[in-house]
Nanobody, 124 residues
Framework: QVQLVESGGGLVQAGGSLRLSCVAS????????MGWFRQAPGKEREAVAA????????NYADSVKGRFTISRDNAKNTVYLQMNSLKPEDTAVYYC?????????????????WGQGTQVTVSS
């Protein structure tokens, strides 16, 4: 049974920072690409960032480039999303996801297991 558990969300003022974590179990973590997605009220879920199984390759949505950093610790089965210079438009539920392949993907259909999500709220 694959499980993903996110943490680290919360309320922060614009310009602030948060670090999200996602602990994975039930799949060989070091062989699995990981992604972070978000969904704001009334909007579709969108990709934020993705990282390959090795951690060498990463990709970001244009809206977060230069502000967010995805990383992973394969020894801890954990993927992180460091979010800096947060804006009110970053407010959303953030989900981590895993796929049964080593290459990163930026599409929802690239991933087969999802976490329950963690709320990030950025006040102006």
């Amino acid at each position: 049974q694959v499980q993903l558990v996110e943490s680290g969300g919360g309320l922060v003022q614009a310009g602030g920072s948060l670090r999200l974590s996602c602990v994975a179990s039930g799949r060989t973590f070091s062989s699995s690409a990981m992604g972070w997605f978000r969904q704001a009220p009334g909007k579709e879920r969108e990709a934020v960032a993705a990282i390959s199984a090795s951690g060498i390759s990463t990709n970001y949505a244009d809206s977060v480039k230069g502000r967010f950093t995805i990383s992973r610790d394969n020894a801890k089965n954990t993927v992180y999303l460091q979010m800096n210079s947060l804006k009110p438009e970053d407010t959303a539920v953030y989900y981590c996801a895993t796929r049964g392949g080593r290459r990163l993907g930026m599409l929802i259909d690239d991933y087969d297991y999802w976490g329950q999500g963690t709320q990030v709220t950025v006040s102006s």
